[in-house]
């Protein structure tokens, strides 16, 4: 992409990012973006002076490490929900990538990551190439890589009767178990893919092709965005990233689990959603997916703290939440449009 296409591409992105001109328009913006964070902000106040035990030091690290590994696959969720796509295979991903790290441990902890890496990255470049190149609706094309995926993870553990273990003493169960300050190593490591993510995603062209092609794809296009290598890198970030926080929560169990991941998908997409990326592509931000993320745990874990409530109840809060969020955020985009 030339200099002035990238500068035409950042200008189109600003315009969507940017607070718009009246008063009312600016509030619906602030809205839009930063509204996950403010609810955030009311419950955890909310459930700091309601429950005694929610605002201690452990139970809020656990939220956090329960948070990091959902939160590593909404950040490749928040890429191609931008672009204006769907990934609907990173809950089984998510799952594989944990049963590829147990299996691989055997030959050492660096291919215990590199193998999930490697295959769930193929995983999602395969799905990018198809929907990029061929065209084929992202919805289809991921929930077939959602069976898919799981066909796999069902074929190297036997239909799910054997568990790959993941030694105690192993540097990747180190990684996936220590802690530091009272948080363990992968919220660490999330904070800093996020980091790089909304250095990517603000400060560099690849970003904004991301979001020009979310925005308009044929106007992209038309500007020169390499709108099917943009698309197709997305879908690979999106199943490192899965495949990644399997691993990791692998390690921290010290086992591949096969029957995690089921609906994880939906919780990711939730995530961004609630964190202000509009699902028809265009805008959104990794702050507000880490609003979401964190949103979503604080709601199950004030759920926990009532005693006669089953977590069940989280994903019927979560549903309505997200229902809410998207009513919403229709409204104040045909309001904006209309200014």
Not at 2 to 28: C, D, K
Not at 185 to 208: E, K, S
Request: one cysteine or more; proline letters at 2%.
């Amino acid at each position: 992409m030339t200099s002035e296409q990238v500068t035409t591409s950042a200008t189109a992105t600003a315009s969507l990012e940017a607070p718009p001109g009246s008063g009312r328009e600016r509030v619906f913006g602030l809205i839009q973006r930063h509204g996950a964070a403010a609810v955030l902000v009311l419950l955890v106040a909310v459930g700091s002076l309601t429950f005694d035990r929610f605002p201690t030091g452990e139970n809020l690290g656990n939220i956090t490490i329960t948070s990091s590994f959902l939160a590593m696959v909404a950040l490749g969720m928040t890429f191609v929900i931008i672009t204006g796509g769907i990934d609907l295979s990173v809950g089984s991903v998510f799952a594989l990538g944990g049963v590829l790290a147990a299996y691989g441990v055997r030959w050492g902890s660096l291919a215990a990551l590199l193998l999930p890496l490697v295959v769930c990255g193929a995983i999602g470049l395969l799905q990018g190439l198809l929907i990029a190149k061929v065209r084929l609706a992202p919805f289809i094309v991921t929930l077939a890589g959602l069976l898919g995926a799981r066909g796999l993870l069902l074929s190297i553990s036997d239909e799910g009767s054997t568990t790959y273990l993941i030694p105690h003493d192993s540097v990747l169960a180190r990684i996936g178990q220590g802690e530091f300050l009272g948080l363990g190593y992968p919220v660490y490591l999330t904070l800093v893919f996020f980091l790089m993510g909304a250095v990517l995603l603000q400060r560099t062209g690849f970003g904004q092709s991301v979001y020009a092609i979310g925005g308009a794809e044929d106007a992209a296009a038309l500007m020169g965005v390499p709108v099917a290598r943009t698309k197709a890198t997305v879908y690979a970030m999106s199943g490192v990233l899965a495949g990644l926080a399997g691993a990791l929560n692998a390690a921290r169990l010290s086992s591949g689990v096969t029957i995690l991941g089921t609906g994880m998908e939906l919780d990711a997409i939730a995530a961004v959603v609630i964190g202000g990326t509009l699902l028809t592509g265009g805008a959104g931000s990794m702050s507000g997916t880490v609003a979401g993320v964190l949103l979503l745990g604080v709601i199950q874990n004030l759920i926990n703290q009532i005693g006669d409530l089953s977590s069940s109840y989280q994903q019927v809060v979560s549903g309505a939440f997200l229902a809410v969020v998207v009513v919403v955020q229709t409204y104040l985009s045909r309001v904006q449009r209309l200014q």
